[in-house]
């Protein structure tokens, strides 16, 4: 089943607006209606159309699509107006009434007028038969008409009857779109009595010559050849459709980014509309819209994002096209520092000579929801992740250790690398940035903790000043007991648990939840992006579903979840390192770009993404262990669809002998490598995965790793 499925009807104009309105209600809060709520009623829709008609809150139930609404335009409420081209009619319309103008392959033109709830079906004589809110003999009866002079049969099907006139282009006399329609005053006369109708005082162009009188809309509505609503949809020309559509699109999307404040533009699929728009004109200056408000920078990535898909849909050099994803990324980066950037901080020695700070993470295992927790994803639409924390082998596989040292240097080390540098420098310390360096992130981390302006030490001269006013230098040693490119969220949660050692050794006092955003920070001051999921998943202990709303605040609400499936299941849940090298270059990058262009496609993957989350979160509180096992299958194949290299054949070579004994699995992290998490059908299917890769592993690397869920997370201690 369809989460949160539902059905909504579009047979009938009253159906088109109100199914659109029950969809649009689905969201409430004004803060993500991406500004709809500034029209003049909720029930208004307009799309790909020119309108300078006032629209008040008593007009009610309007659609407007592929149409010129002018300021002589008269519109009261449940209306449809559709395929109206660039006019400078005076109309009124009655309530209840729709226009939509079809254009033919021959340049003619055919005003289909009805009303709201027309059904078009029913014999023309019959009484209940509606055609604009009424019965056709009434309709004729009000214009001095009758059955043999309108050349009508009373026994025709209402879609088959020719009512509505063909007549010759560019533009149609809206005297005679009046004319059909009526001005409302049919309400309260009696059958037969003829209308006062207004004639031909309307622009427009000018009537055939064939028409006995140039004023006289009955004669020319009888003389023309008309066509039936079963004919139009045969003969419409679509491509003329098609084209005068893209010309109101093409007129629109300026004005919309002019006003994106008030306008949905910042909303629509910009990956879409870039694609069907290759004529566009020029983009206008996008520093013009944007002020300085906490949300611009996020609005100027999707600008870039949008200039750059149009380039590049328009065949320019890539190296342009690069230069506004790069601008588009480096205003999310902005916004992130800008909303979750940590006040400057003065660290003071808070650990005596002789002692050591040990601090120590588990790593994490995603079941469900990861990419969610992605900026800029996770500031338009919230995330939603269900992941747990494990110590590997029976050990915390992510490891710190801070000693105090007399001298006034920070000193570096890698365990897990085999290498080491001295600081003794700003300028050092500020080249954190440096591509494989393999201590950048000591560096930015030591950074954050106030050892380089602006995020501390602005009193002193130099480095070597605040370290001796510090009482000496830190040596730095670093473990991360995990082969790079795991999966597990290691280079996030070494650099949690580094900033945790540094807070209980500066005493900057940091939370867990400050920890989380910290990281969020120092990932971004590394440029390499990423969201929070990964330190939030080893920080916090066992197994949980962390949330967050969709605004620029990502501190993520922990939701505790049992471990007594996983306890019960363990001969069952297996860990399994492939050996493969994880290729995730620029995956993160592509995804970003794809949701900053409101990508409908992608979206609709993260939101399955994120319903997973859930649906795994449900199945461990029922500790239903096969209805978890799917949930992590389909985790992995909405994985795949964002980013079809996330599974390589070499991995589907891994899995496929093992096919008839598992439930589920799903390659750790961004996937296309490193550790797979597998749920046998039973420990003897387990144990017969066990035999089946111990004996025929895909390379000498890979193996079976120990898992077991910590219940602690992070934990710092001292000697």
Not at 319 to 344: C, N
Not at 428 to 442: I, K, M, Q, R, T
Not at 491 to 506: D, H, K, R
Request: proline content about 7%; glycine content about 10%; overall charge negative.
């Amino acid at each position: 089943p369809l989460p949160d499925g539902g059905f909504h009807h579009f047979g009938s104009g009253r159906d088109l607006v109100s199914s659109t309105l029950s969809l649009q209600n689905l969201v409430v809060d004004q803060r993500h209606d991406g500004g709809l709520a500034c029209r003049p009623h909720p029930s208004v829709f307009i799309q790909n159309a020119s309108v300078a008609a006032r629209l008040r809150a008593s007009n009610a139930n309007i659609w407007i699509e592929n149409s010129a609404v002018g300021a002589n335009w008269n519109l009261s409420q449940d209306h449809v107006i559709t395929g109206v081209p660039g006019n400078d009619w005076a109309l009124t319309l009655p309530p209840g009434t729709c226009l939509d103008v079809v254009p033919l392959a021959d340049e003619q033109l055919v005003p289909r007028v009805y009303g709201m709830d027309d059904a078009f079906r029913g014999a023309l004589g019959d009484e209940g038969t509606r055609w604009l809110g009424r019965s056709v003999g009434r309709w004729l009866a009000a214009r001095g008409l009758d059955w043999g002079t309108a050349g009508l049969d009373p026994e025709t099907d209402l879609f088959d009857a020719p009512l509505f006139p063909a007549l010759d282009g560019p533009a149609l006399p809206a005297g005679l779109v009046q004319w059909m329609i009526g001005e409302g005053e049919e309400a309260g006369r009696t059958e037969g009595e003829p209308l006062n109708l207004p004639v031909a005082s309307t622009g427009g162009a000018p009537v055939p010559s064939a028409a006995p009188d140039c004023r006289d809309w009955r004669a020319l509505w009888c003389a023309t050849r008309r066509l039936s609503a079963r004919e139009l949809g045969d003969t419409a020309a679509l491509p003329r459709l098609y084209a005068q559509r893209r010309q109101f699109r093409g007129a629109a999307i300026p004005r919309m980014i002019e006003h994106h404040a008030r306008s949905a533009f910042l909303r629509l699929d910009l990956k879409a509309l870039a694609a069907s728009c290759r004529s566009l004109p020029d983009l206008p200056d996008v520093s013009r819209f944007v002020g300085d408000s906490s949300s611009a920078p996020l609005k100027r990535a999707q600008f870039h994002a949008f200039e750059a898909e149009c380039q590049r849909v328009r065949g320019l050099d890539e190296d342009t096209v690069e230069a506004h994803m790069g601008s588009a990324y480096g205003a999310v980066r902005e916004a992130v520092l800008s909303t979750l950037g940590t006040a400057p901080v003065e660290p003071r020695r808070c650990v005596l000579p002789d002692q050591i700070i040990w601090a120590r993470s588990p790593v994490r295992l995603d079941l469900a929801g990861g990419w969610t927790d992605t900026p800029p994803f996770c500031f338009m639409a919230g995330a939603r992740v269900t992941n747990l924390a494990v110590d590997l082998n029976g050990q915390p596989p992510i490891q710190v250790f801070v000693r105090p040292t007399s001298e006034p240097v920070l000193h570096l080390r890698s365990i897990d690398l085999g290498s080491e540098t001295r600081i003794t420098t700003r300028a050092e310390l500020a080249a954190y940035n440096v591509v494989g360096d393999p201590f950048a992130l000591s560096k930015a981390a030591l950074a954050l903790a106030g050892f380089l302006p602006p995020h501390g030490g602005q009193a002193y001269a130099s480095l070597a000043d605040q370290l001796v006013d510090f009482g000496g230098g830190l040596e730095i040693s670093l473990l991360a007991a995990v082969p790079k490119g795991s999966g597990l969220g290691t280079s996030s949660i070494l650099g949690a648990t580094l900033l945790g050692a540094l807070s209980e050794v500066c005493g900057l006092g940091w939370t867990q939840a400050d920890l989380v955003t910290h990281t969020l920070v120092l990932e971004q001051l590394l440029t390499t992006g990423g969201g929070w999921q990964d330190q939030a998943g080893g920080l916090f202990p066992g197994v949980k579903l962390l949330t967050t709303d969709g605004e620029l605040d990502q501190t993520p609400v922990v939701r505790w979840l049992p471990g007594r499936l996983f306890a019960e299941r363990s001969q069952s849940i297996l860990l399994y390192y492939t050996g493969i090298t994880r290729v995730a270059k620029n995956i993160l990058g592509q995804v970003v770009r794809q949701v900053l262009l409101n990508s409908g496609e992608h979206l609709r993957v993260l939101a399955g993404i994120g319903q997973a989350a859930d649906a795994a979160a449900d199945a461990i509180q029922l500790g239903d262990y096969d209805r978890l096992a799917a949930v992590v299958r389909r985790s992995r194949q909405l994985n795949s669809r964002l980013d079809p290299g996330s599974y390589p054949a070499s991995v589907a070579v891994i899995l496929a002998p093992l096919r008839d004994w598992l439930l589920g699995a799903k390659l750790l992290g961004a996937g296309g490598g490193g550790y797979l998490l597998m749920f046998a059908r039973d420990p003897q299917a387990a144990e017969r995965i066990r035999r089946c890769l111990d004996v025929t592993p895909p390379n000498p690397r890979a193996r079976f790793v120990g898992m077991s869920l910590s219940e602690s997370g992070l934990q710092i201690t001292r000697s």
